[in-house]
């Protein structure tokens, strides 16, 4: 008999307790690992974006830097237009440039006011232009508001007829420019409230009588997730600075 009541007891299984025990656990351990997980996502998600947004802004600087060095090449002045370089209400710097690279190119148009192509009225020195040719010797870059975020694009006036405009990157908070007369030192702030160097050890000058040109990316990463949510990460921004010499300006200094 005893035999039997210790088999039957056996053979029971887990009593109801037991069973809500096992259950809570269970569902602690699940709601735990989801928690991570999802914060791992987000985590991953923002690193991603900021990977992205940072390359596409560097590579952007880069080109900027390298063709704002050149500008003003075989010209009377530093190259910068400054009427179309100017700041929006928005505080989004444009910045036109100009340079006859093509001088020395015996076998093509060397800006000659002979050849047969018509004089551009608009190009500020009354030289003749080819398109194709010239290209990257009237160049403008500008920011334009897309899909809730802002483009930094490049427009070249003469790679074809009519001009040709290029997204560099995208994910912009802010592009600013900054014009001095010589290599200046300076502060950066990256925040909600500001996002653009300060405390610049001299004032700005005009555009056209800059040496030295310093240029101010601000990248916007968006908030991931839900505020209150397990990884929620909020919205910040990045500053990117370069540092341009006018290396066209008969920079004695430099």
Same mark, same amino acid.
């Given at each position: 008999m005893n035999k039997e009541k210790q088999l039957s007891r056996r053979q029971a299984g887990f009593s109801l307790i037991e069973m809500i025990i096992a259950m809570a656990i269970t569902i602690t351990i699940t709601a735990v690992a989801g928690s991570l997980l999802a914060q791992s996502m987000n985590i991953r998600t923002r690193s991603s974006e900021k990977v992205d947004a940072l390359a596409d802004a560097q590579r952007a600087l880069n080109i900027m830097s390298r063709e704002i060095a050149d500008?003003?090449? @075989?010209?009377?002045? !530093?190259?910068?237009?400054? #009427?179309? +370089? /100017?700041?929006?209400?928005?505080? =989004?710097?444009?910045?036109?440039?100009?340079?006859?690279?093509?001088?020395? @190119?015996?076998?093509? !148009?060397?800006?000659?006011? #002979?050849? +047969? /192509?018509?004089?551009?009225?608009? =190009?500020?020195?009354?030289?003749?232009?080819?398109?194709?040719?010239?290209?990257?010797?009237?160049?403008?870059?500008?920011?334009?508001?897309?899909?809730?975020?802002?483009?930094?694009?490049?427009?070249?006036?003469?790679?074809?007829?009519?001009g040709s405009s290029t997204v560099l990157a995208n994910r912009l908070d802010s592009l600013r420019i900054h014009y001095?007369?010589?290599?200046?030192?300076?502060?950066?702030?990256?925040?909600?409230?500001?996002?653009?160097?300060?405390?610049?050890?001299?004032?700005?000058?005009?555009?056209?009588?800059?040496?030295y040109v310093v240029i101010a990316a601000c990248v916007r990463l968006d908030a991931v997730g839900v505020p209150g949510s397990p990884g929620y990460q909020p919205e910040s921004r990045v500053l990117l600075v370069s540092d341009v010499a006018l290396r066209n300006s008969n920079l004695t200094i430099y």
């Open positions: 500008a003003g090449f @075989n010209l009377s002045d !530093n190259g910068i237009v400054a #009427g179309d +370089s /100017v700041t929006d209400a928005n505080g =989004n710097s444009t910045i036109r440039i100009r340079s006859n690279l093509n001088k020395y @190119n015996t076998a093509g !148009n060397p800006f000659d006011p #002979g050849s +047969s /192509v018509s004089t551009d009225a608009q =190009n500020g020195i009354g030289v003749s232009t080819v398109v194709g040719e010239d290209q990257g010797e009237d160049v403008k870059y500008f920011v334009y508001a897309a899909d809730n975020t802002n483009l930094l694009a490049r427009y070249d006036r003469y790679r074809i007829a009519g001095y007369a010589g290599k200046v030192s300076y502060s950066t702030v990256a925040g909600q409230t500001g996002c653009d160097i300060t405390g610049a050890s001299a004032g700005e000058v005009s555009p056209g009588a800059a040496t």
